[in-house]
C-alpha cells in the first residue's frame, strides 16, 4: 500500500505569513502526529490527531494548529510566521496496534522562512 | 515526561566492522522502543522496535536489546556497509506520546 505522502515538499515563506502542509497518511490508518525537526532542537512533538479529533499537544504557541478531515487526512498550519519556524515539518501515519502503536513518516515539508 | 538521552552523537566505523548505539529514557512506563534511520533529504524510517516485554530482537545485521531494569536500549549493527551511513534516532513511547533522542549521525567508512 501506499505510503505517508506530504505536500509540497519545499515551501519558502517570509516573515508574517502563514502557511498550511498536508499530510495523507497510509490507508486504513486513522491517526496522524506531526513533528518539528530542527538541528539543534531534533524532533519535537507537534501534535497527534485521532479520528478528527486532537488527541495530545506538545508545547509550541498558538500559532501552529493543525486539523484532520474525516477521510484522515491532516492539515497544520503555521500563523505570523517567524525566521526560527525554519525546519522540516514531518508526518507521522501511526498504526494503531492495540497497545502499542507504530509510527510511519512521510518525506516532509521543507519549510524556510525568509 | 519522558525524557530520551542518546548517545555518542557521531559515529565512524570501518566497513564491516559493528556500530553500537546506545539510549536511555527516564519513563519506566514506557513500552515501545523504535529505532529510525535517516538519510538525507527523506524522512525517519522505522528500522527495528521493541517492545517492554521482550528483551533483545534481531532482525538480519540489526538487533537491538532493552534492559528495562537499567532503563536502557541499544542498537547494534553488524558487518556495517557504506550504505548504514545515515542518521539513527531512539525512541521510547508510552501509547502515543514518543520521545526521541537527539541523533547519531553514523559514518562507514569503505
Known amino acids: 500500500k501506499a505510503g505517508v505522502t506530504q505536500t509540497p515538499r519545499y515551501l519558502i515563506k517570509t516573515r508574517g505569513q502563514q502557511v498550511t502542509l498536508s499530510c495523507s497518511p497510509i490507508?486504513?490508518?486513522?491517526?496522524v502526529s506531526w513533528y518539528q525537526q530542527t538541528p539543534g532542537q531534533g524532533l519535537q512533538f507537534l501534535f497527534e490527531y485521532f479520528s478528527e479529533t486532537q488527541r495530545n499537544k506538545g508545547n509550541f504557541p498558538g500559532r501552529f494548529s493543525g486539523r484532520q478531515f474525516s477521510n484522515s487526512r491532516s492539515e497544520m498550519n503555521v500563523s505570523t510566521l517567524e525566521l526560527g519556524d525554519s525546519a522540516l515539518y514531518l508526518c507521522?501515519?501511526?498504526?494503531?496496534?492495540?497497545?502499542?502503536?507504530?509510527?510511519?513518516f512521510g518525506p516532509g515539508t521543507r519549510l524556510t522562512v525568509l | 515526561g519522558e525524557n530520551v538521552e542518546q548517545h555518542p552523537s557521531t559515529l565512524s566505523v570501518q566497513e564491516g566492522d559493528s556500530a553500537v548505539i546506545k539510549c536511555t529514557y527516564s519513563?519506566?512506563?514506557?513500552?515501545?522502543f523504535p529505532w529510525y534511520k535517516q538519510e538525507l533529504g527523506k524522512g525517519p524510517q522505522l528500522i527495528i522496535d521493541?517492545?517492554?516485554?521482550?528483551g533483545e530482537k534481531k532482525d538480519q545485521r540489526i538487533a537491538v536489546t532493552l534492559n528495562k531494569t537499567a532503563k536502557h536500549f541499544s542498537l547494534h549493527i553488524t558487518e556495517t556497509q557504506p550504505e548504514d551511513s545515515a542518521v539513527y534516532f531512539c525512541a521510547a513511547s508510552l501509547n502515543n506520546d514518543m520521545r526521541f533522542g537527539a541523533g547519531t549521525r553514523l559514518t562507514v567508512k569503505p
Open positions: 490507508s486504513g490508518h486513522r491517526s
Open positions: 521493541i517492545r517492554s516485554n521482550v
Open positions: 519513563d519506566s512506563a514506557s513500552n515501545y
Open positions: 507521522a501515519s501511526i498504526e494503531v496496534a492495540g497497545y502499542y502503536n507504530e509510527q510511519f
